[in-house]
């Protein structure tokens, strides 16, 4: 996962330790749109599908092996901008805020590389009419996204 790529074997090594591993059945509901979220979730086996319930359950991604989602909520402390479901049995490994804020404060560029690829994310999503967080559409988002991250995890 890109996020990681500047985190030393250590730094891996105990987010791992803290992390969890989940399964799901086929259909399974990982989380709906609009719920709070405390984790993000990488998968390791398996597949799901983003999609949107404000927009008839239009599926607007999948995402497979070695990719990554729910860090939006995570990272935003905002609601669930989507539902995600199992397509497929699937393995999924799981990172709560609490684990995350330790690397972030070693790391601060890592957020700003996380603020870029989460506003990258979050354009798409309005693009189709979701609004991510409070900031006001048309300011400068991953200002907002720096400023967020900086805020929940202390750094």
Same mark, same amino acid.
């Given at each position: ?6 985190? =030393?074997?250590?730094?891996? =090594?105990?987010? $791992? ?10 259909? &399974?509901? #990982? ?10 979730? #990488?998968? +390791?086996?398996?597949?799901?599908? %983003?999609?949107?319930? /404000?927009?008839?359950? /239009?599926? %607007?991604?999948?995402?497979? %092996? ?9 990272? +935003? &402390? ?9 397509? !497929? ?12 804020? @330790? $690397? ?21 999503? !309005? &693009? +189709?009419?979701?609004? %991510?967080? /409070? ?5 400068? @988002? ?8 900086? /805020?929940?995890? !202390?750094?």
């Amino acid at each position: 996962i890109s996020y990681f790529e500047q985190c =030393r074997d250590w730094e891996l =090594r105990q987010l $791992i330790e803290y992390g969890y591993r989940q399964s799901f059945k086929v259909g &399974d509901i #990982i989380f709906k749109e609009g719920a709070p979220g405390s984790s993000f979730y #990488i998968v +390791l086996s398996g597949s799901v599908e %983003v999609y949107l319930e /404000k927009l008839d359950q /239009k599926v %607007v991604a999948n995402r497979g %092996v070695g990719e990554f989602f729910g860090e939006m909520s995570l990272l +935003l &402390d905002a609601p669930r901008s989507a539902s995600i479901r199992a397509t !497929e049995e699937t393995l999924l490994f799981v990172v709560e805020r609490s684990n995350l804020q @330790p $690397i972030l404060q070693r790391h601060r560029e890592l957020a700003d590389h996380i603020s870029e690829e989460i506003s990258e994310r979050t354009a798409s999503l !309005e &693009d +189709l009419g979701i609004q %991510v967080g /409070k900031h006001e559409i048309g300011s400068n @988002p991953i200002v907002w996204i720096r400023q967020r991250i900086a /805020k929940l995890f !202390e750094l």
